[in-house]
């Protein structure tokens, strides 16, 4: 299967996808697909050397594929995690409830 | 309140600028992760799904008005404008950012509160009954008993590296609203034979993958042995407690393994080296923190208080909300009211800043300035006139915050779950809602009477489901999330585990199990008996057949 190279950003804790160009982006839409086993590795390379170079934490690989021409994370756990609580919170959750 | 003297002072601000000085070194490249990790968590900073994640200690879940302001500020200057009150009774913040961390640990300090002890292999906060110093018919105020803990157990040198965490619960009541029983050391004040006040001392009790009940180790244990005795407790733990295998590393498997009689001799063999050693308490100590606790000066009120029962006449839904959010006080003329987290649809145990706000107000005006958080995560202003229950109850609906709930089916206990927790497997909090919607009609909810659901995300069991008359365990099915549900459990002082009905359900047909669980306990319920009455006197067999029906 697919994979997409994923992390917490170190500053603040955002979820970072690594994009094809090896920068980190907040946007799950701008991973980079890795489709082969040499992509895959490269992006391991990629991922230890931001550990070490203290730009990100945690950085391992998820499992992913194509759907309808974008990236689609196959594991509920990082649908959330790329998309936020799937509730309602704090004051938005309040001005639901009263409307 | 306790209130933080030079030494404490120096001592939060000196760790506060201990932690930046860390922050700074990790965000420079000169601590790696590795290193750092503990050092954060040692502050109470987790990575979680999403965000870092900030755990406040709430001691024994007291909180001043000034306190609840300054979490309110917290929230709104360095979060998104909310927190969430935990079955620990502490708080937390879900979106932080490291590099602003040791700036909330500041503004902390300078309301006397912090982080320390809320992660790692510790003693953690200490937490009590939320009705401590308020309710009638104490033995003692626990939270003076909480507060020798804390200044015991905080740093500790011996125990900072204990095999696993450590939890400990003080009550004072004979009811148990401290859940004292699923703590790895549970404390009841006791009198004895001579009057004299101390503590029954049970051990072993705690949730997670491995439920147990507490045993009783000592049936009374005296105010100048407490600490030698707990020490005794740790010391004992800390040397044969398993550290081979995090699971098996809890306290409560050691009991188990060892049996409860064969703790006892090894503690009390432990307990002679120490007794009269340094950490006999001496009474002018306990004079000494038993001040900072003193009863505050109540008006002499005559009762009944007639505009209390003309309010209660004359506005229904007034009435319905003293029925189960206003508890008996000690003090004539006044009462406990309960702050519900749990509106219908809404995040268990979130507070927005404005909503913290409202509530410190509140407090200043209606309560002496007191706050507690309740382990079921919802407030508590402990102090309240009847006379002014009305206007008080009023400004909390206007706030959002005056929901009628108390102990009834939609109260429920839900942890974060998937929605923000890192070791989660399924959500829990849309499952709370759903059932909540399916029983959004408050008169119905209070013909079920009490009813305590309690929701899991996993099998760590942070919402308490195992002792939920109702319990919720999302468990991950080859990706998908499902429910398993037990019944029968209670947290009280007859605290029990739960037992499971039968094969776990899809989150679509979760509220829908539930809804035929109370379909059940209506059909065979008499008189007033609650579903925990009625489950106990027909047992399984009619609500796992309610659920498991074929349509």
Same mark, same amino acid.
């Given at each position: ?99 | 309140?306790?209130? =933080? ?54 001691? =024994? ?17 360095? /979060? ?8 620990? !009774? ?12 040791? /700036? ?15 992660? @790692? ?54 009811? /148990? ?36 009940? @507490? ?52 503690? /009390? ?61 000690? !003090? ?44 079921? !995560? ?41 929605? =923000? ?14 059932? !909540? ?30 002792? @939920? ?65 009625? =489950? ?16």
């Amino acid at each position: 299967m697919a994979k997409v190279f994923t992390a917490n950003r170190l500053v603040d804790g955002a979820v970072v996808y690594l994009d094809p160009q090896g920068v980190w982006t907040t946007d799950v839409l701008s991973a980079h697909l890795l489709e082969s086993d040499e992509a895959i590795e490269k992006a391991e390379a990629a991922g230890r050397d931001a550990v070490a170079r203290h730009h990100v934490v945690d950085a391992y690989p998820i499992d992913a594929e194509l759907r309808d021409g974008s990236v689609y994370l196959t594991r509920f756990r990082e649908r959330i995690r790329a998309q936020g609580p799937t509730i309602l919170f704090g004051t938005a959750g309040l001005k639901k409830k009263a409307a | 309140m306790y209130q =933080y003297d030079q030494y404490d002072h120096a001592f939060v601000a000196n760790r506060v600028e201990q932690y930046r000085g860390q922050v700074s070194r990790r965000l420079a490249g000169d601590l790696s992760e590795d290193q750092f990790k503990p050092l954060r968590l040692m502050n109470g900073l987790y990575l979680q799904l999403h965000a870092y994640m900030l755990r406040v200690a709430v001691p =024994y879940g007291t909180l001043s008005s000034g306190q609840m302001r300054k979490l309110a500020e917290i929230s709104r200057k360095y /979060d998104r404008g909310y927190g969430h009150f935990t079955t620990r !009774q502490n708080i937390q913040f879900n979106w932080i950012k490291l590099e602003q961390s040791p /700036d909330i640990l500041a503004e902390l300090a300078s309301v006397e509160m912090h982080a320390i002890q809320t992660s @790692g292999n510790t003693i953690r906060n200490t937490t009590s009954d939320p009705f401590a110093g308020a309710v009638a018919g104490e033995i003692d105020d626990p939270r003076v008993w909480c507060e020798i803990i804390r200044q015991w157990s905080t740093l500790h040198p011996e125990f900072s590296f204990l095999p696993r965490k450590f939890k400990i619960a003080v009550t004072g009541s004979e009811d /148990d609203r401290a859940a004292i029983k699923v703590h790895d050391i549970g404390l009841a004040l006791r009198r004895n034979e001579a009057g004299e006040i101390g503590f029954e001392v049970l051990v072993g009790g705690g949730l997670g993958r491995t439920p147990m009940i @507490g045993k009783t180790i000592r049936e009374f244990v005296s105010q100048r042995d407490l600490l030698s005795y707990l020490e005794a407790i740790l010391r004992t733990y800390n040397l044969i407690g398993r550290r081979d295998n995090k699971y098996k590393a809890r306290i409560k498997i050691m009991v188990h393994e060892l049996g409860i009689d064969e703790v006892r001799r090894q503690v /009390d063999a432990e307990w002679e080296h120490l007794r009269n050693g340094a950490l006999v308490l001496p009474d002018e100590e306990v004079a000494r923190i038993r001040a900072f606790f003193a009863a505050p000066a109540f008006e002499t009120i005559e009762t009944p208080v007639r505009s209390y029962e003309v309010a209660r006449f004359e506005d229904q839904a007034f009435a319905r909300w003293t029925r189960t959010n206003v508890a008996a006080h000690r !003090q004539p003329g006044y009462g406990i009211a309960v702050i519900s987290l749990k509106p219908i649809g809404g995040v268990p145990g979130d507070a927005t800043a404005e909503q913290m706000e409202k509530v410190a107000e509140l407090a200043e005006r209606y309560s002496l300035g007191e706050i507690r958080v309740t382990h079921t !995560q919802n407030l508590v202003l402990p102090h309240v006139r009847l006379s002014d229950m009305h206007s008080l109850w009023q400004a909390l609906e206007e706030a959002g915050l005056g929901t009628a709930n108390i102990g009834l089916i939609s109260d429920i206990i839900a942890c974060p779950g998937l929605d =923000y927790c890192a070791l989660a497997n399924t959500r829990s909090i849309p499952v709370a809602q759903r059932i !909540q919607h399916r029983v959004d009609n408050i008169d119905r909810q209070h013909d079920l009477r009490d009813l305590s659901v309690k929701i899991s995300g996993c099998i760590n069991a942070c919402g308490h489901h195992h002792i @939920g008359n109702i319990g919720i365990l999302g468990v991950d099915r080859r990706g998908e999330e499902y429910y398993q549900i037990t019944i029968g459990g209670r947290a009280d002082e007859n605290a029990r585990l739960g037992d499971v009905i039968g094969p776990a359900v899809s989150y679509d047909n979760v509220s829908t199990a539930v809804e035929r669980l109370l379909d059940a306990y209506v059909q065979e319920r008499k008189d007033d008996e609650t579903f925990i009455d009625t =489950y106990d006197r027909v047992g399984l067999k009619p609500f796992k057949e309610a659920v498991y029906v074929t349509d």
